[in-house]
């Protein structure tokens, strides 16, 4: 937020366990809501322009991401990065670190290594009704049966067409979806050109 980020969101504190429940996700918005209104933050693009502290985080980050991006470079690019599995390994040392700074004490996580609270409650987790699941796919059925399944396959045939070339796809896909194409139709059509990724798994 001081540094004068564009957006801003709050995750909920279950959101690791399951989806949000109305008073967690609510919870996540009021802390929103008082960045938003309250501490006056918003009223400024860069409200620490001029802290040393900042700018020394800010060209700390900027030379550690620029040597990242020297290195990828010379790889051959990020393709030949994430295909030689470059950036889950990276990802992994860096998880590794902070893990072991966490359990040894060395980073403060508050509720986690310090200031526990021994009693605490089970969180509520919020359940989705099955019944949710059968209202969709029916929906998603009635779609399927009302579309004009011909301007679907239409809009689906050109796709594949223009993803094999060097195309922007956005105003194809706007098509598809405009002729109630679905996701997985969609994705399936991608899939069907470009292959699948699977990421190179390196420990």
């Not at 399944?149 to 922007?168: F, G, H, T, Y």
Request: proline share 2%; charged share 30%; with cysteine.
């Amino acid at each position: 937020v001081f540094g004068g980020t564009q957006s801003l969101h709050t995750n909920s504190e279950d959101e690791a366990l399951g989806l949000p429940t109305q008073r967690t996700a609510q919870t996540a918005l009021r802390i929103q809501q008082i960045i938003g209104y309250e501490s006056g933050i918003a009223e400024t693009a860069d409200p620490l322009a001029g802290s040393f502290c900042v700018e020394s985080l800010t060209e700390s980050i900027e030379r550690e991401a620029s040597e990242y991006i020297k290195q990828i470079d010379k790889m051959g690019g990020a393709l030949k990065a994430a295909e030689s599995g470059f950036y889950q390994s990276e990802i992994q040392k860096a998880a590794y670190k902070y893990q072991k700074k966490v359990e040894s004490g060395e980073r403060v996580v508050v509720g986690v290594n310090r200031f526990v609270v021994e009693d605490e409650e089970d969180p509520q987790i919020l359940r989705v009704d099955p019944k949710l699941r059968e209202e969709q796919s029916r929906r998603l059925a009635e779609v399927r049966n009302s579309r004009d399944n011909a301007i679907v396959n239409s809009s689906l045939s050109r796709l594949k067409d223009m993803a094999s070339s060097n195309e922007n796809l956005i105003p194809c896909i706007l098509e598809c979806v405009e002729a109630y194409c679905t996701v997985g139709e969609i994705s399936d059509v991608l899939r069907d050109v470009w292959g699948e990724f699977r990421e190179s798994i390196i420990l």
